[in-house]
């Protein structure tokens, strides 16, 4: 797969989770007042599932 591609993947995939988790209400799951630490777990759950979804469409035979 070109490196164009992939990096258009990922940034197309790192979008499309990060509008998904938005959904998610994380205020259930952190302390009042950590908001930073709320906000960081979005990403970093954003890059990990990125990564794996990115992962997962490189091994498929419709890339070469």
Same mark, same amino acid.
């Given at each position: 797969?070109?490196?164009?591609v992939?990096?258009?993947?990922i ?7 990060m ?21 960081l777990? #979005? ?8 990564? #794996?979804?990115?992962?997962? #469409?490189?091994q498929?035979? #419709?890339?070469?």
């Amino acid at each position: 797969m070109s490196e164009m591609v992939r990096y258009f993947i990922i940034f197309v995939t790192f979008a499309v989770v990060m509008y998904a988790l938005m959904a998610v209400d994380f205020g259930k799951f952190i302390h009042k007042g950590r908001t930073f630490q709320a906000q960081l777990l #979005l990403i970093l759950l954003s890059m990990a599932i990125t990564y #794996l979804i990115v992962q997962f #469409l490189s091994q498929l035979p #419709l890339f070469f």
